[in-house]
C-alpha cells in the first residue's frame, strides 16, 4: 500500500494539533501583554474592580432610561453578588433580536438563547459606558 492511500497518521491526543500547522504567534503575544500588565502592576484583581466599576455605572445609568432587555431585573447575577464575571447577563424573552439591533449599530455583545451578554474589559473607559448609554437611549 502507498503512503498516499494510508493517509496521514495523526496522534488521537491534543498533539494532533501541536503540529506543522502550530502557529505560537499568540503565545508571544501573551507574553508581551502579561510582561506589560506586570510592568503597569495591573493584575487580574485590579482589572476585575475595573469592570465592576463600569458596570455599576452602566446599571445605574440604566435605572434612568431603561432600554430593551437592559433594565436591572433583567440581570441574571446581580450587582450584589461579588462572584460575577467582567460581563452582564441580562435575561429577555426578546434577547436575539436586540442582538441584531445592537449588531447593526455596532454594538458588540454575545447571545445565548434568551441572555444577552454585555463585557466589560480593561480597555473601557468610563466614557466608553456614557458613550455606550448614549448610542441605546438612540436605539430606545
Known sequence: MK????????????????RATFDPTALYRLRAVLEWLAAESIDATLAHAHAIALQAQFVAAMADCSVGPFGAEHL?????????GNFLTFEHPEAAHWYGRLDAARIVTDVRSTRLRLGFGLYHTSSDVERLMARLRELG
Open 3 to 18: 503512503a498516499a492511500e494510508r493517509g496521514v497518521p495523526y496522534p488521537t491526543d491534543g498533539w494532533r494539533f501541536a
Open 76 to 84: 441574571v447575577v446581580p450587582l450584589s453578588e461579588p462572584a460575577r
